[in-house]
Structures are given as structure tokens and as C-alpha cells.
């Protein structure tokens, strides 16, 4: 059993009405919803403690004690990347050094704390039309992909194209292809010190993308791989 805690910015759903009448109590509740699955879902392999966080709160939700508690921390932000304190990012940083997981969503690839991990631009092309969505399984053999069919269909959803100005994944789950011909790396694993951080490309406010089965699927999936393991013990500096 894992420490998740969700972060989301909490803001378009407040602000504007086409996204609070997708996600009426939050990105980040539906998100959480997910994770904890339904009835045929529930086991003990998701049986996670989870809390959620927003960028409004005092700290914006992370001040160190939760930080220090979390295990696998999920990130979805839009429109106030540049808002989020650099404290709360140097913390983050140093928590998936030392082993927490990190789990960015959709928008997310700008990030503060994702942009200093991967220390790159993180820039992409974009497109809002409603565009079909397919997502190949290009690694039918990792963790993330467990119990997925050979691909995931959104019927509707924001572009995203190559290319995508991040560094070659450790391992590449997910290839999508869009109805305009684009292509984009939408699932990103990497290993940053101790810590695992899987990026995952779909989840546009205006889309109920976070209701879809095989997205919470691999969301509840991303979370069993990016929780820290024991490992064995790792000793810096002068030995006698």
C-alpha cells in the first residue's frame, strides 16, 4: 500500500463553467476516484492511502510533512506553472531523488518540478479541436501496461505532436497517433536518483478523459510501478 497524494492547480474548474460541468468537484476528486477503483477494481494490490492537493492551499498543499509521507505524488497543471513557489519545487525534486514517485499529467509536461527533473524545455505541439485519440501499447510488457488490450481509444481529446522536447524515455509505454496524422511519446518512463516518474499525455480539462476505464486503469497501474522499493542501502562519500 502506497502514500499518493494528487496536486492540481484546482483552478479552470472553479473558473470556467464548460470545465466544472466535466469535473464538478475537481480534477484531482475524479482522479482519486479512480485510483481507488470500484467494486471489481478493489484489492488489496490498490488499497492506497490517498490525499489531494491544491495550489491555493497554504504551501499548495505540499508543506513538508506531506512530502516527506508521500510515496507517489500525481501532477496536473495548466495555466499557473510559473505560480507554483520555488521551494515546493526544490522539495519535490529532492523527494524523487530520494525515492518518491512522481506521476505528471497531460499539461503537466510544464511543469516546474518536471522541467527541472528532466532539464529540458518540455515544449510540444498542440492543437484543442477534439481530435480521436489512439494510444498504442509499445511495451505490452511493462508494469503500466498490465491488463490492457492493445490500444486505448479517446474519441475526444487535445492534440498533442512530436516534437516533444523531453529526454529519451528509459522505457516507452505509449505511442499516440491523432486523426491529423500526428504522432507523440505519451507514456514516458525515467529514473531520476531513487525515484521513478512515469509522464502520461492524456487528461484535457474539457474532456471527462479521467472517467475513461483504461485510463484509470493505467493511472492505478503508474501507481504500483512508481512507489519506492526497499532496494538495497546506498552510502556516499569517503569510506575508510
Request: net charge negative.
Amino acid at each position: 500500500m502506497a502514500n499518493v497524494t494528487i496536486w492540481n492547480e484546482y483552478r479552470h474548474e472553479r473558473e470556467d463553467d464548460d470545465v466544472a460541468a466535466v469535473y464538478p468537484d475537481g480534477i484531482h476528486e475524479t482522479i482519486a476516484d479512480g485510483l481507488a477503483g470500484d467494486e471489481t477494481d478493489r484489492d488489496e494490490s490498490h488499497g492506497h492511502d490517498i490525499r489531494t492537493a491544491t495550489l491555493d492551499e497554504p504551501t499548495h498543499g505540499l508543506p513538508d510533512d506531506v512530502l516527506e509521507s508521500t510515496d507517489v505524488l500525481l501532477w496536473w497543471g495548466h495555466e499557473a506553472h510559473d505560480e507554483v513557489s520555488e521551494a515546493v519545487v526544490d522539495r519535490v525534486q529532492q523527494r524523487v531523488l530520494e525515492g518518491m514517485g512522481l506521476i505528471v499529467l497531460h499539461s503537466g509536461h510544464y511543469a516546474n518540478p518536471f522541467k527541472r527533473l528532466m532539464g529540458t524545455s518540455c515544449s510540444l505541439q498542440y492543437r484543442e479541436d477534439g481530435a480521436t485519440e489512439r494510444l498504442w501499447v509499445v511495451d505490452p510488457g511493462h508494469p503500466i501496461a498490465d491488463g490492457l488490450g492493445e490500444s486505448i481509444e479517446l474519441q475526444q481529446t487535445e492534440m498533442y505532436g512530436e516534437p516533444f522536447d523531453v529526454p529519451e524515455p528509459d522505457r516507452l509505454v505509449f505511442v499516440s497517433w491523432f486523426e491529423g496524422g500526428e504522432v507523440f511519446r505519451s507514456g514516458c518512463c525515467y529514473r531520476r536518483g531513487s525515484g521513478r516518474i512515469f509522464y502520461f499525455r492524456p487528461g484535457h480539462e474539457t474532456y471527462p478523459i479521467y472517467e475513461n476505464a483504461d485510463v484509470r486503469r493505467v493511472l492505478r497501474n503508474a501507481v504500483d510501478w512508481a512507489a519506492p522499493t526497499e532496494g538495497a542501502p546506498r552510502t556516499f562519500g569517503e569510506r575508510e
